[in-house]
């Protein structure tokens, strides 16, 4: 963090300007840019002030007075509207918003220079005072209310409770995970399919219990269909499937094994349909 500098009395070149304008008792609005800019050099000229940048800022506001002082001396520019643009008008802001800055840093030194004067008495209540408790007037805690009264709440309470529960949602049960033997299922289609030689595809599926197995079972006859134990067939649109077994043989040799990725899975000796 820098450290500020006072040049004598001036902490800058606005507080300069300022001065310069008090001391003239010049309306802060009305600068007359000559004088200012004149008694300004005269003592920017006078520094003796080593550190170049404090000096330098001082140098950039001379430069922009003489800025403005040329531009005082040239006809008036205008703005897009038609209105005279006066060349000061940005320093006055710049000066009205030091001397707000100022004005505030006086006050809080003040009241910090005033606090440093100020001393608290620390806290010397008694042990017994500042652990009291005042006991709960139980009349004024209900006030005007009665023990009817105070029932009715609790029961508008709870009929709020019950009406913010969502009708569908609350009567929703746990999903459990239903485990479905895959060499179970995939013998007892082929147990069926053995059994029947011919049938529709509906009826087989009508045999799952659960919307699992009717997936895995609608698998197992793809797959069945795939290798060329079962053939498929529909004579119109929207027909029953029939599935046929053209050789009994080759399914009862099938391999559940590589069905189910077991490779190790016997079928019992029964081929008796679950």
Do not use: W
């Amino acid at each position: 963090m820098a450290i500020p500098v006072k040049l004598e009395q001036f902490e800058g070149p606005l507080d300069l300007l300022l001065h310069l304008i008090d001391i003239n008792k010049i309306d802060i609005y009305d600068i007359p840019i000559v004088l200012i800019t004149d008694q300004y050099l005269a003592y920017v000229s006078g520094m003796e002030e080593t550190d170049m940048n404090i000096t330098s800022e001082f140098m950039v506001m001379a430069a922009t007075l003489l800025d403005i002082k040329c531009r005082m001396l040239l006809p008036k520019e205008k703005d897009e509207e038609g209105n005279e643009l006066d060349p000061r008008d940005e320093l006055v802001e710049k000066l009205l918003e030091y001397k707000l800055c100022k004005a505030i840093s006086c006050a809080l030194r003040e009241r910090e220079e005033g606090a440093s004067f100020q001393y608290y008495r620390k806290r010397s209540l008694p042990k017994e005072v500042q652990e009291y408790v005042p006991p709960i007037d139980y009349e004024r805690l209900i006030g005007e209310h009665t023990l009817l009264g105070l029932q009715r709440l609790f029961d508008e309470a709870l009929h709020r409770a019950s009406d913010r529960v969502d009708p569908v949602r609350s009567t929703f049960g746990t999903i459990e995970k239903e485990e479905i033997n895959m060499g179970e299922k995939v013998l007892y289609i082929k147990n069926f399919l053995y059994e029947h030689r011919s049938t529709d595809f509906r009826s087989l599926l009508e045999q799952g219990r659960s919307k699992e197995e009717i997936i895995v079972a609608f698998l197992v006859v793809l797959e069945m269909m795939k290798t060329g134990v079962i053939v498929i067939s529909q004579e119109g649109t929207f027909g029953p499937i029939m599935i046929r077994v053209p050789d009994a043989e080759a399914l009862r040799a099938l391999n559940i094994g590589e069905f189910t990725g077991e490779a190790n899975f016997t079928e019992p000796e029964s081929d008796t349909p679950r």
